[in-house]
């Protein structure tokens, strides 16, 4: 946000720092914000606060005095890998309270990160630069472009998306900072700025403990409310964030999600003695018998009874020939449960088998419809399909069955393009599909002042913080058909919308100051501008 000078203060006699804010502009309208952000910050009294001992102006620049502190940033030691957890919750602590401290005054911060927490000499965290995100506009976001990490990767989504900034948007920050203080990484990391400016809007990180297996997975619900996209979802204050979080990391914590408590039995009356039992008589004991020859002897089964039965001195009696268990029933049974395990092998087979890409075709022409199918994705997962620069939504049904028809861009390169299929933060679907050029374009002639093999190409600035109807957008362009027309598009989701044109002189190269209409949605997007021979070149640019 500027440049930091150490100096010495005669009058006060003590070391301190000069903020240099030059990126601030030198109108009247910001030199009088300015002046009521320093008075609002000035007046701010706390042990975790960086202390501001005078502001000003000089030739134009403002500039602010504020305390000089020795021990350096909270940055390193965060990149380092997780922090030891009691250190982690001091520092949170100290940040929480400054920010309660801060919001309690009316005063958001806008731009928490470890690179704004200094360390005391008792390495006690310190946080500065309040209001000067906001101060600064969207310069946070500029000096970024092109950088894997930084700012962005703080963001809330309601920052990202230019809404409303409120206390829920530094509480989003806190909870990140303690995602990578736990963790040793970010929630969103991968692919450059915009990338994870979509990110922070779009997807859900991965859980904490997922990352660190030996953290209690009642820290994945403390952090990840205090990271909903919802601002009202979150912790009303820092204070209740870090409390939870104390709580969550504590042994005894996680020794109740590893014990299960039982009731004691209820004790039992002694149970009676036994009472002796009367001698039987002999003959209550035993049954003897002669045998009587008129009785007859014993005779098998009668065939014609119902049942097996023996007949014993002229009376039929049950049979005592144990019954012949059903052999259909067992084959029955064994069936089922063959037909169980193939169904539940069928099963995990379809459920383990890697995700796949098929396409309708693998060479087609600019403007052909393409239809894209992907299987065995995570059900009801919300994926994207890429083919750089364009974005194209795609759901996944209940079986991980996705497809979706889409229409080749009608301004893409001739050539070999990587089409994937990306979720959260990786993108494990690829394939190439090669476009053909189309048979209307005509190949411009040679030209002394343009190179026949020179591709047309654009530059974009700002790229990132663009606010529809307001920000300025500036594309100059190179290497087009000299003393044409070149039609400037925004690209959104692969739909091109005409924004604005210009007439390339006779080297090939324009330049083309405009603003984007104010309907143009937020998020990811592209700038392309083509000649009237349809050769065009493309830039990706984040909007707000």
């Not at 914000?33 to 609002?40: D, H, I, L």
């Not at 890697?354 to 052909?368: C, E, I, M, R």
């Not at 030209?447 to 990132?464: D, E, F, G, N, Q």
């Not at 606010?467 to 594309?475: E, L």
């Amino acid at each position: 946000m500027g440049v930091v000078y150490r100096a010495y203060h005669a009058q006060l006699e003590r070391e301190c720092a000069v903020k240099v804010l030059q990126a601030l502009g030198t109108d009247s309208d910001a030199t009088a914000r300015f002046r009521r952000e320093a008075q609002s910050i000035a007046r701010m009294r706390h042990p975790n606060v960086l202390n501001v001992f005078d502001f000003g102006e000089y030739e134009g620049t403002p500039y602010m005095i504020v305390e000089y502190i020795p021990g350096g940033s909270l940055a390193p030691r965060v990149k380092n890998g997780p922090l030891d957890r009691g250190a982690a919750l001091a520092y949170l602590r100290g940040i929480g309270d400054a920010l309660d401290y801060a919001h309690k005054h009316g005063i958001v911060h806008r731009d928490v990160k470890p690179a704004n927490v200094l360390l005391g000499p008792e390495d006690n965290p310190i946080l500065a630069d309040f209001g000067l995100a906001k101060l600064m506009e969207s310069s946070s976001i500029k000096s970024l472009t092109g950088v894997t990490t930084g700012t962005p990767a703080y963001m809330a989504p309601e920052q990202v998306a230019g809404s409303q900034v409120g206390p829920a948007s530094d509480r989003y920050s806190l909870a990140v900072m303690a995602y990578e203080m736990l963790t040793g990484t970010l929630p969103f990391e991968e692919g450059g700025v915009l990338e994870v400016l979509y990110a922070q809007v779009h997807k859900q990180p991965a859980v904490p403990s997922m990352i660190d297996h030996s953290l209690p997975p009642a820290v994945d619900s403390v952090i990840l409310r205090g990271m909903a996209k919802d601002p009202a979802a979150r912790w009303e204050r820092c204070k209740d964030f870090i409390g939870a979080l104390e709580i969550a990391l504590s042994p005894a914590a996680t020794a109740a999600e590893k014990t299960i408590a039982f009731t004691p039995p209820a004790p039992q009356a002694p149970k009676p003695a036994p009472v002796p039992r009367r001698a039987r008589a002999a003959a209550d004991l035993t049954a003897v018998m002669a045998a009587d020859a008129a009785a007859g002897p014993i005779r098998g089964p009668d065939p014609t009874l119902p049942h097996p039965v023996i007949a014993w001195g002229g009376f039929a009696v049950p049979g005592l020939a144990k019954p012949r268990r059903s052999r259909r029933r067992i084959a029955v049974v064994l069936g089922v449960v063959v037909l169980i395990l193939l169904v539940v092998a069928a099963a995990a087979a379809y459920l383990l088998s890697p995700p796949s890409l098929t396409l309708s075709s693998f060479a087609v022409k600019p403007g052909d419809p393409l239809t894209v199918s992907a299987d065995h994705l995570p059900p009801y997962q919300q994926a994207d399909i890429v083919l750089s620069p364009y974005l194209f939504p795609l759901l996944a049904d209940a079986f991980g069955n996705a497809t979706r028809q889409i229409e080749v861009p009608s301004d893409i390169d001739a050539g070999d393009h990587t089409l994937k299929i990306c979720w959260g933060q990786s993108c494990p679907l690829s394939t190439t599909l090669h476009v053909q050029a189309t048979s209307s374009l005509a190949t411009p002639s040679p030209s002394p002042l343009v190179s026949a093999s020179a591709s047309p190409a654009i530059s974009v600035s700002p790229t990132a913080g663009i606010v529809p109807g307001r920000t300025q957008i500036t594309v100059i362009g190179s290497n087009f058909t000299p003393d044409k027309t070149a039609v400037i598009y925004v690209v959104e989701r692969g739909n091109p919308t005409p924004v604005s044109s210009a007439t390339t002189g006779p080297t090939g190269s324009f330049s083309r100051t405009f603003m984007l209409p104010a309907k143009t949605s937020p998020g990811a997007a592209a700038i392309t501008a083509c000649d009237a021979v349809s050769h065009c070149g493309s830039a990706l640019i984040s909007i707000a």
